[in-house]
């Protein structure tokens, strides 16, 4: 896992500028504390931030292949899970290897196939290669979107980057945003291509762009589609078990320590027991996966119940722990550490946007901070809920027969930010959202002849997948990278993807609730109360001098630092957030408050232009 950025110019020669492209690379240094390179051509330069989890010695980067003069140039991050098996074939067709890492890999394939390459990855990737012979720009994101990619035009030719910062250190990009930049933001419907900031883009989730003299394409090279299903139900649970087994030992594979993130629900328990098994087989009987949970220290006594969450999770992970045989820990947080001014500025910075989820984007900061002390590699649950229909959207008639995207019925615009009345008069987020939503509808595959119930939920399925997922993946991504951690998600694997949501919805809820399909392949590798759980958000803190001190916060931001925030935010909404007795703050009220104080950090760090 690592850091990559880089530009093109057919109008300079990069090789003049090498400031430039080493400022790029050095904003991703948290992305890749073990090395750094950047190499430098006639109309390329490309830099390299490296994490190093496979093949320590070698895998540096940038890496080349090829004559001087006509070199194909690498910058990579990511995994490549099927590496091995894509070696042999490329050894059988000539190709020499000087490393065992998955980059040569990724490299020698390019070399042998062309763009042609992303049908035979298997991973979460996002990489750019420079052909120097035919002066082209090659940028790949990896079908899910699990690691991010982000790029932008100059007038010779394009920057790209991990994260927008990296962009931000080439002079010919400025960090500037724009009513569409707020309006996607605040619309909470997490939209790719377009983002945040004025002229910058994601490479689509598997998706590529592509940067040649005749100027930029960009295309999909994998869309996720409605398959006939002709499994039986036994059939299906054996096949959602085969699948998921296969994810999680390929994603075993790393030359670091490794651990899980172990909450205590139903996907994070049946993923570490699969991999704990697989441990044992590769390691010996008395292998011992680590995994981690993470508390606060008033939960057990303070813990109550709000629309997200049902109960407490650490009697469930520590039992699950003990069922699975894992070596589990408990991180436990101090409420009051995660108002600790240099840890929110540390999130913001990271996530390099001011929507966020406030005290669980700190906490979960602040566990993967520990756990990179003993791990470099995590692997986590993420997905499970939008593959198998774990969400309660997938069973509510209230959110079923709605007309927008079933989040917002819990988490609207106004919960992500009261905003100025004239702000929202421009922004005109109602409206956006309602025409967003159709034309999200009109990108859903269906197959002939499903009844009114399978459509309706492969609406929902596909909105959570291609959507919903893509801020989980984005939150998890930017924070356990801003610590120098690994996270990997088994249930992005695309195979599992593709197997679930062509799976009939009676199959997917064949016991009348959620995750029917996960539960059935998590019978035996479970203790009985872990599998027959409530649905549970990931955790947030109740202590009221939480709540004293974020108010406290609010309030800093719309005063002292006050005058671009009052500018965009609604203070008669915000005022009685700010009066609530601590103890009484609800979750939607806190919510905002989180907004306010994340918008003001937003601004100090990134200083960026508004043009509303």
């Not at 920057?159 to 605040?186: C, N």
């Not at 859903?444 to 609406?459: A, I, K, M, T, W």
Request: charged share 25%; proline share 6%; aromatic share 8%.
């Amino acid at each position: 896992m690592c850091g990559i950025a880089g530009w093109v110019s057919f109008d300079e020669d990069p090789r003049r500028q090498v400031p430039v492209i080493e400022r790029m690379t050095a904003s991703l240094a948290l992305r890749g504390p073990d090395a750094s390179g950047v190499w430098c051509g006639p109309y390329a330069a490309l830099g390299h931030r490296r994490l190093a989890v496979l093949d320590l010695e070698g895998g540096v980067q940038p890496m080349t292949a090829g004559p001087e003069g006509a070199e194909v140039v690498l910058s990579y991050s990511g995994e490549v899970y099927n590496h091995d098996e894509l070696r042999t074939e490329l050894r059988r067709r000539g190709h020499d290897f000087r490393t065992r890492s998955d980059t040569e890999v990724v490299l020698r394939a390019y070399q042998e196939w062309g763009d042609a390459l992303t049908e035979r990855l298997e991973g979460m990737y996002a990489f750019a290669i420079w052909d120097s012979e035919r002066q082209r720009l090659l940028l790949v994101r990896d079908r899910l979107g699990v690691k991010p990619l982000h790029w932008a035009r100059t007038p010779g030719g394009l920057v790209f980057g991990s994260e927008p910062k990296a962009l931000f250190a080439h002079p010919a990009v400025r960090p500037r945003v724009d009513a569409d930049g707020l309006r996607a933001a605040y619309s909470l419907l997490f939209s790719t291509g377009p983002t945040l900031w004025s002229g910058v883009r994601e490479v689509e989730p598997g998706g590529i762009t592509v940067l040649d003299r005749g100027g930029v394409t960009e295309r999909r090279y994998w869309l996720l589609e409605a398959r006939p299903h002709t499994d039986g139900p036994e059939e299906t649970v054996e096949e959602v078990r085969r699948r998921l087994d296969r994810a999680a030992r390929a994603q075993l594979a790393a030359d670091v320590p490794r651990c899980t993130l172990l909450s205590g629900g139903l996907d994070s328990t049946v993923l570490t027991a699969l991999l704990a098994d697989e441990l044992r087989l590769r390691e010996g009987p008395e292998a011992r996966l680590r995994s981690y949970a993470v508390d606060y220290s008033d939960q057990a006594e303070r813990f109550t119940g709000d629309v997200l969450r049902t109960g407490h999770d650490t009697p469930y992970a520590t039992e699950a722990g003990a069922f699975i045989g894992t070596d589990h820990s408990t991180v436990v947080l101090d409420p009051r550490a995660l108002l600790d001014p240099e840890h929110r500025a540390a999130v913001v910075a990271a996530r390099d946007s001011p929507i966020g989820v406030g005290d669980m984007d700190t906490s979960l900061y602040l566990l993967f901070g520990e756990i990179a002390r003993h791990s470099t590699v995590a692997l986590s649950g993420e997905a499970a809920d939008e593959v198998f229909g774990g969400y309660p959207w997938f069973h509510s008639p209230r959110a079923l027969a709605a007309d927008t995207f079933p989040w917002l019925l819990v988490t609207g615009d106004e919960a992500a930010m009261p905003l100025h009345p004239d702000l929202a008069d421009t922004l005109a987020i109602g409206a956006f959202q309602r025409d967003t939503y159709r034309d999200a509808l009109a990108a859903v595959p269906h197959l002939d002849g499903e009844s009114p119930v399978q459509h309706r939920q492969r609406e929902m399925q596909h909105l959570s997948l291609t959507r919903w997922l893509r801020q989980l993946l984005h939150r998890k991504d930017r924070l356990s990278m801003a610590q120098g951690l690994e996270v990997r998600v088994p249930y992005c694997d695309h195979r599992l993807v593709e197997y679930a949501f062509s799976t009939p919805w009676e199959l997917q809820s064949s016991d009348g609730r959620e995750k029917s399909l996960l539960r059935a392949v998590g019978t035996g590798l479970a203790p009985h109360s872990v599998l027959h759980r409530a649905k549970n958000h990931y955790p947030a803190t109740h202590h009221p001098d939480y709540n004293s001190g974020l108010q406290d916060m609010a309030r800093d931001a719309l005063g002292a630092h006050g005058g671009t925030v009052r500018d965009l935010v609604d203070e008669r909404a915000v005022k009685p957030c700010l009066d609530t007795d601590p103890a009484q703050l609800e979750w939607g009220d806190r919510l905002r408050l989180e907004r306010v104080v994340d918008l003001a950090l937003w601004l100090g760090h990134h200083r960026p232009e508004l043009v509303l």
